[in-house]
């Protein structure tokens, strides 16, 4: 569908073009905030933003909603269907991801992306890779891509909540992991655990400790990094007693885990503040 394409700068009309083959192109006038609109018949306008400090190539994927007629009622879009070479690569590296074989996994991916760069399924997956290899600000695009091609997908909004929480954008984070455990209420202690961090670090600690509490009784493995939060969750709304007793059965079950230490450094730290006795 042919699209027009308008380029503003800071917020001015700088140039304006229409779409070959869904792309479209221009050389921008000097560096600044520049906004792309597209507008095609049939489909809801969209507009992103971009900041140009450095001379270079920009590439900007806008994707658009069709408009519903009036006769026509909302429904659940068909799920799409891979194209067997390209169902065959993402399932060979989704399968690789999940032993942690991160090259192979990579390799199957790249592939698979190639041959349905549109799949919000691929994108997901994708944006795992990319999670599990720590790179956050690349697995924050392919996961908001894939949410803007099938949006209101509880894993997809969970995984993008956790890559702003990693980067410490807690701001960011919350909506995101909200709204992924209101689509999915049993979305997973890590859902839990990523919006207790975001909350606590919000200096949001009744909620955050509601969310530890349920990361910690849905976590089916001991994991020092929920009983760590759990603890400074409790500290922080006043039940230092509670406080100490996950951090002295920490101790007790996990002397030698490297996190023992932190556990013992705030034990201590309760008993000179004169917190617990």
């Known amino acids: 569908m042919p699209a027009t394409v308008k380029l503003l700068k800071n917020g001015m009309p700088s140039d304006q073009s229409s779409t070959s083959h869904g792309r479209a192109f221009f050389i921008p006038r000097g560096f600044g905030e520049f906004t792309v609109t597209v507008e095609a018949t049939g489909y809801k306008p969209a507009q992103k933003d971009l900041s140009v400090t450095i001379a270079g190539k920009f590439e ?9 007629a009036a006769n026509e009622s909302v429904g659940v879009p068909p799920k799409p269907v891979l194209a067997p070479k390209a169902q065959e690569a993402f399932t060979k590296g989704t399968q690789a991801l999940r032993e942690g074989k991160l090259d192979e996994a990579k390799k199957y991916l790249d592939k698979a992306a190639q041959l349905a760069p549109g799949n919000p399924d691929v994108l997901y997956v994708q944006g795992m890779l990319l999670m599990r290899q720590h790179n956050w600000e690349a697995a924050q695009s392919v996961l908001q891509k894939s949410d803007q091609l099938a949006p209101n997908q509880a894993r997809v909004l969970a995984a993008l909540g956790m890559t702003f ?7 960011q984070a919350i909506p995101l992991l909200e709204k992924a455990r209101q689509l999915e209420p049993a979305s997973g202690w890590e859902t839990d655990f990523a919006l207790a961090k975001s909350y606590y670090y919000h200096e949001q600690y009744d909620e955050a400790l509601k969310m530890a509490e349920s990361a ?22 006043g039940r230092f007693g509670d406080s100490a007793a996950i951090l002295r059965e920490f101790l007790k079950t996990h ?16 008993a000179a503040n004169g917190k617990i006795h």
């Open 165 to 171: 929480c990693n980067e410490k954008n807690y701001g």
């Open 60 to 68: 900007v994927d806008v994707y658009l909603q069709r408009e519903l």
């Open 216 to 237: 910690h009784a849905n976590s089916h493995t001991w994991n020092p990094q929920v009983e760590l939060l759990l603890a400074q969750c409790l500290t922080a709304v």
């Open 255 to 270: 002397p030698n885990d490297p996190d023992a230490a932190t556990a013992k450094r705030w034990l201590d730290g309760l």
